[in-house]
Nanobody
């Protein structure tokens, strides 16, 4: 069993930055693929960024060049650094883990564990 807890969300002006953290407990993240998703009100949950156990990273086109996913194995933590934030980035951000990665990093159905989410609000 893995528990994921996100933090770091908040209210920021357009152009600002935030860093989200996702701390895992119960198991080491070193062998998991991890992802960040977001869900805006009335919309589906969508992929933002992912990192495989081998350290390969993938991004949604909408955040490429602005967001960076990384992990600290020693701290069992995954981060999402968000720069040049836009109002359309406003959403609840979720961290998720895949225990046996076989592809589908951008598909929410691939993930076995989810955090509770953290709200990010970008004002114009």
């Amino acid at each position: 069993q893995v528990q994921l807890v996100e933090s770091g969300g908040g209210l920021v002006q357009a152009g600002g930055s935030l860093r989200l953290s996702c701390v895992a407990s119960g198991r080491s993240l070193s062998s998991y693929a991890m992802g960040w998703f977001r869900q805006a009100p009335g919309k589906e949950r969508v992929f933002v960024a992912g990192i495989t156990s081998g350290g390969y990273t993938y991004y949604a086109d909408s955040v490429k060049g602005r967001f960076t996913i990384s992990r600290d194995i020693a701290r069992n933590t995954v981060y999402l650094q968000m720069l040049r934030l836009k109002p359309e980035d406003t959403a609840v951000y979720y961290c998720a883990a895949i225990t046996y990665y076989r592809g589908g990093l951008s598909d929410p159905k691939s993930y076995d564990y989810w955090g509770q989410g953290t709200q990010v609000t970008v004002s114009s």
